[in-house]
């Protein structure tokens, strides 16, 4: 290794905690690399461990005020496995669509635990949630109107919340979804009014829905958010004369992706809220409370691995060509939501142990400059047939990315 090599090398996110390695290669649930890409009978591939999602749920819940209900936002991960095992752990699914429901069905969730979100909701959706019993989070005045005629015809009073578009966002937030004119959920001061016309119809009125943003890691952003949150709640609650029975204060947590990023202070946030429940004003202090997290929950669970197929030299940049590439790791590439393209925490699986010594390219196999999955990377030498390791894959990764560009299909998937 000299200093000459290594001069151009960018730096990479951070390995979450929690990977180790056996016998020199990365381990993921007690196998290496190489024995999980062989017993999976192809790369690329998905691998999520179950000992990282139950570590961080019980971290999670440990830190968080019991009275707290833990859901899971199924868009970042649906794969059936990890459905049915999050069902064991978490306390409901937070689901964006009528698919997502029949997965989370099909996973064995508890319609009574589940709620829809989501803007666009067709009709056919809408009768399928309602009839099996599931809560809507309504996004405008027109989708209850919907919700109200279908549960006519079908017979079944549907379960209502609405959900709100706060005038504030999740400061830092990777993606804000709150705060100013939003596709998502009905303009606050709008909210009174149409909780009085949901009771006065004879729905269920379930309470209320506030999401303001994700992948926020200012753990003082994160804090003001949710206090903001609640202080919403109460507002629009004293104003349509209610006492929500079910508040969810949405989620928001990040995970550290990129050089120089940190998590946030899980024990603060959870501090804070506790302290803002012991204090909370008459009309909220009776409802139940719940987070909605996804990435949080699975992203640092999951390692996405590719077989290096070539090795080549162009004008004196070295490039370590992979089976996989952006059509199953669109985040990893910087085409999914990010302004400027920065590496993933990345690493060669199969010699995890190993010095680096030479600055790579890690590609894709798509005939695209986009299919740049790391860029001027300080790693151990890699030759063809060795497996290349992208870290926080577990969410945002099979799920979002354009698995059939270029007839290339699915990766597999494996939860061990
Ligand atoms: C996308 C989304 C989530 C999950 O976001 P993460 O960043 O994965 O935690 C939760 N709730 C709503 C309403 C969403 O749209």
Redesign the pocket.
């Known amino acids: 290794m000299t200093g000459a090599s290594s001069s151009k090398a960018k730096p990479t996110g951070p390995i979450p905690l929690g990977y180790g390695a056996i016998d020199g290669e990365l381990a993921i649930g007690g196998k290496t690399a190489s024995q999980l890409a062989e017993e999976a009978g192809d790369t690329p591939l998905f691998v999520y461990s179950r000992e990282l999602l139950k570590r961080r749920v019980s971290d999670l819940r440990a830190a968080m005020p019991d009275q707290l209900a833990i859901h899971y936002?199924m868009?970042?991960n649906p794969f059936p496995p990890l459905l049915e095992y999050m069902n064991g752990l978490v306390d409901g699914f937070?689901l964006?669509s009528g698919g997502e429901m029949e997965l989370a069905l099909a996973a064995g969730v508890n319609a009574e635990n589940m709620s829809f979100?989501?803007p666009g909701k067709r009709d056919r959706e809408l009768k399928a949630a309602i009839e099996a019993g599931v809560t809507l989070n309504l996004e405008s005045e027109g989708e209850f109107a919907r919700a109200v005629a279908i549960g006519e015809r079908s017979g079944t009073t549907p379960k209502l919340a609405v959900r709100v578009n706060p005038s504030f966002d999740l400061k830092g937030s990777?993606?804000k979804?709150g705060g100013g004119a939003k596709q998502?959920g009905v303009d606050a001061e709008r909210v009174p009014a149409l909780i009085k016309e949901i009771i006065a119809s004879g729905a269920d009125w379930r309470g209320l829905?506030i999401?303001a943003g994700?992948?926020a890691l200012n753990t003082g952003a994160i804090i003001e958010m949710q206090a903001a949150t609640l202080e919403l709640a109460a507002r629009l609650s004293d104003e349509a004369s209610t006492s929500p029975d079910k508040i969810n204060l949405?989620?928001?947590?990040?995970i550290p992706y990129f050089p120089g990023e940190e998590p946030f202070d899980l024990d603060a946030v959870g501090g804070a809220l506790g302290q803002a429940f012991s204090a909370l004003p008459d009309s909220i202090a009776e409802s139940e409370y719940c987070i909605?997290?996804?990435?949080?929950l699975v992203?640092e669970a999951g390692v996405y691995l590719t077989r290096i197929v070539d090795r080549k030299v162009s004008h004196g940049e070295t490039f370590l060509i992979t089976d996989g590439g952006l059509h199953h790791q669109l985040a990893a590439s910087g085409n999914f939501g990010t302004v400027i393209r920065r590496n993933y925490p990345i690493a060669i699986a199969n010699k995890f142990d190993a010095e680096a010594e030479e600055v790579v390219d890690i590609v894709g196999c798509l005939c695209t400059p986009l299919d740049l999955l790391s860029n001027n990377v300080f790693l151990p030498r890699a030759e063809v047939g060795d497996l290349v390791a992208i870290f926080c894959a577990g969410?945002?990764g099979a799920s979002a990315s354009p698995m059939n560009f270029l007839g290339q299909g699915a990766a597999k998937e494996i939860l061990v």
């Open positions: 936002a868009k970042g937070d964006a979100a989501g990777g993606m979804m998502f829905h999401y994700s992948q949405g989620g928001g947590f990040g909605e997290l996804g990435r949080y992203g969410a945002y």
